[in-house]
C-alpha cells in the first residue's frame, strides 16, 4: 500500500481517481492532471520556501516513494529497488549539488536548425551559439533527405568534429525508412535520432535502435510517450538509449519520478524534452533531482533549451556557459507574468481579439 507523507496533500490519490475518469493514463484527462498537480506541487514547494529542485533533493525517499504509483511497473521496478536506488544516491549527494550551484547542468541548443531556415541563417545561429559557448547542437531532419545531407554537412563543418550533433525526425518516416536515412546521415557522427518513427510503435523504435548500434547512433525518445508504461517496454525492449521525460505529458512530478528510477535501474541516461511554453521552466527541477539524487552521472547527459517564450514567466530559466543554473525561487518556476495571461486569456485578451479579428 502507499502511503502519503505528511505534507504529501495525497497526490498518489488524487491523481489516480482523475485518470480512471477517461483514458485511463493518456490523453487530454493525463495532460490536465499533470497540469493540475503540477500546480499542486508548485504550492507545495512554496510553502516550504524552495525551489521544487530542492525540496526532491531533501525529502526522505519513503516520502518521495509515497507519491509515487508503482501499479504496472512492479515487473521491472518495484517500490524497494526505487528505495534502494535513492538510498545509493545519497552517497555524494551534497557534492553534487555544490556542482550543480557552481556549475549548472549541461544543455544542448534546438534554436540553430530548425526545418525552413535559410542556410544563411543556420551560419548566423551557429556562429552566434558557438561564440556563446555552446558544444551540443541539435539539427531537424526528415523531410528531404538532400536537403538533410546538405544542412548537416553544413552544421558539422561549422561546430567542428568536437561538438555534439544530434537530430530530430519528428516522426517521420516508417521503420525501413529511418534505418535507410540514417545510414545516409550516419557520415555526420549523430550522438542520437530522436523520434524517427510513431511515438507509439515500441518494436519499431527497438528494430531501428539495434540496425543503429553498428552506425553508432542511438535512438532518442519521450516527449510524446503516454505514461510510464510506454517508457516500462521502451526500457524492457531496449528501444531508446537515451530517454526523453515530459514534464507535461506525464502526470506531473509524481509519474517522472517513476520514469527517473526506471532510467537508473536500466542505466540509459535521461536527456529531457524542453522548448514551448516553459517547458525548459519546469524541467530543470527533475533533471537537476535526478542527477543528484538518482542518477549521479552526467555521461551522455543534456537538457533540451530553446531560448523564445521565457518572457512571459516570473522566474525564467537561467543559462551560463550553455548550462541550467538552479533555480533559487521557491516553487516549480511556473508562474506566469499576470499581463501576459491577461493578452492571452480567450476570447478577451488582445492577442486573441487581433486573431479573432482577421
Known amino acids: 500500500m502507499r502511503k502519503t507523507g505528511s505534507r504529501g496533500m495525497g497526490l498518489p490519490s488524487l491523481w489516480e481517481k482523475a485518470q480512471k475518469l477517461i ?11 499533470a497540469a493540475v498537480l503540477n500546480a499542486v506541487w508548485d504550492l507545495w514547494a512554496k510553502q516550504e520556501g524552495k525551489p521544487l529542485w530542492k525540496l526532491l533533493v531533501d525529502m ?15 515487473d521491472v521496478l518495484t517500490e524497494e529497488e526505487a528505495y534502494e536506488i535513492l538510498q545509493k544516491g545519497q552517497v555524494g549527494k551534497k557534492e553534487r549539488e555544490g556542482q550543480m550551484l557552481m556549475q549548472g547542468y549541461p544543455a544542448y541548443t534546438t534554436s540553430c536548425a530548425w526545418l525552413g531556415y535559410s542556410d544563411d541563417k543556420l551560419r548566423q545561429l551557429c556562429t552566434e551559439a558557438l561564440k556563446d559557448g555552446w558544444t ?3 539539427v531537424k531532419v526528415g523531410a528531404d533527405l538532400q536537403d538533410d545531407i546538405r544542412r548537416c554537412r553544413l552544421i558539422r563543418n561549422m561546430i567542428g568534429p568536437e561538438n555534439m550533433l544530434m537530430m530530430d525526425a ?3 518516416w516508417d521503420v525501413p525508412e529511418a534505418v535507410e536515412w540514417m545510414a545516409k546521415l550516419a557520415e555526420f557522427k549523430p550522438l542520437w535520432i530522436e523520434e524517427p518513427t510513431s511515438p507509439d510503435d ?5 528494430t531501428i535502435a539495434k540496425a543503429l548500434v553498428p552506425l553508432g547512433i542511438g535512438v532518442a525518445t519521450g516527449e510524446q510517450c503516454h505514461n510510464r508504461v ?3 517496454q521502451l526500457l524492457q525492449a531496449k528501444a531508446l538509449q537515451f530517454l526523453q521525460i515530459d514534464s507535461c505529458r506525464l502526470g506531473s512530478v509524481n509519474e517522472n519520478l517513476s520514469v527517473l528510477l526506471m532510467a537508473k535501474k536500466f542505466e540509459i541516461p535521461v536527456c529531457p524534452h524542453a522548448g514551448g511554453v516553459g517547458l525548459c521552466e519546469l524541467v530543470q527541477h527533475l533533471i537537476l533531482f535526478d542527477f543528484i539524487s538518482v542518477s549521479a552521472s552526467l555521461k551522455n547527459r543534456m537538457c533540451e533549451y530553446v531560448d523564445h517564450l521565457h518572457e512571459h514567466f516570473r522566474y525564467p530559466v537561467v543559462i551560463k556557459k550553455a548550462s541550467y543554473m538552479p533555480p533559487q525561487d521557491a516553487g516549480y518556476s511556473t508562474e506566469m507574468k499576470e499581463e501576459s495571461v491577461k493578452k492571452h486569456q480567450y476570447p478577451d485578451g488582445e492577442v486573441w481579439k487581433k486573431l479573432l479579428a482577421a
Request: hydrophobic share 40%; net charge positive.
Open 23 to 33: 483514458g485511463p493514463e493518456k490523453g487530454v484527462v493525463h495532460l490536465a492532471t
Open 60 to 74: 526522505d525517499p519513503r516520502t518521495l516513494l509515497s507519491c509515487i504509483d508503482f501499479r504496472y511497473i512492479t
Open 136 to 138: 551540443r547542437f541539435k
Open 170 to 172: 519528428n516522426q517521420r
Open 202 to 206: 515500441i518494436l519499431g523504435h527497438a
Open 230 to 232: 510506454i517508457f516500462k
